[in-house]
């Protein structure tokens, strides 16, 4: 199953680089958790077909991946986020300060969402 969430992040990300059947077949595959014979017999090809697409477009997504860094960065920056809410959790701020630093932390998390960044 972490395997099917995993191309379904790469999926996300690097989904342009793909061709619209290989993006068609490895949704089915990934995020409607179809079987090779269901997306063959949908898609009127062979389960060896479905196979060979899945297998070249998931070998793409993950060599986009290791050259750009997407779902590895989003993670670093995530886990960098969590860290700076906890260190300054307890930290006596004014209201407005306090106002500014989750505003500009709530923006940083919405980069990976929104395309305009903030």
């Known amino acids: 199953m972490e395997r099917l969430f995993e191309l379904g992040m790469l999926l996300d990300r690097y989904e342009s680089l793909l061709t619209e059947r290989q993006?068609?077949?490895l949704r089915q595959y990934a995020d409607e958790n179809c079987s090779l014979s269901e997306i063959a017999e949908r898609e009127g090809i062979s389960r060896?077909?479905?196979?060979?697409?899945?297998?070249?477009?998931?070998?793409q997504l993950r060599e986009a991946e290791e050259?750009?860094?997407l779902i590895r960065r989003e993670a670093k920056q995530t886990e960098l986020i969590r860290a700076i809410r906890s260190r300054f959790k307890d930290v006596p701020?004014?209201?407005?300060?306090r106002e500014a630093?989750?505003?500009g932390l709530t923006q940083l998390s919405g980069i990976w969402e929104d395309e305009d960044g903030i």
């Open 101 to 103: 630093l989750e505003l």
């Open 48 to 59: 060896q077909g479905v196979r060979d697409i899945l297998t070249r477009a998931e070998r």
């Open 93 to 97: 701020l004014r209201d407005a300060d």
């Open 23 to 25: 993006a068609g077949i």
């Open 67 to 69: 050259a750009v860094g």
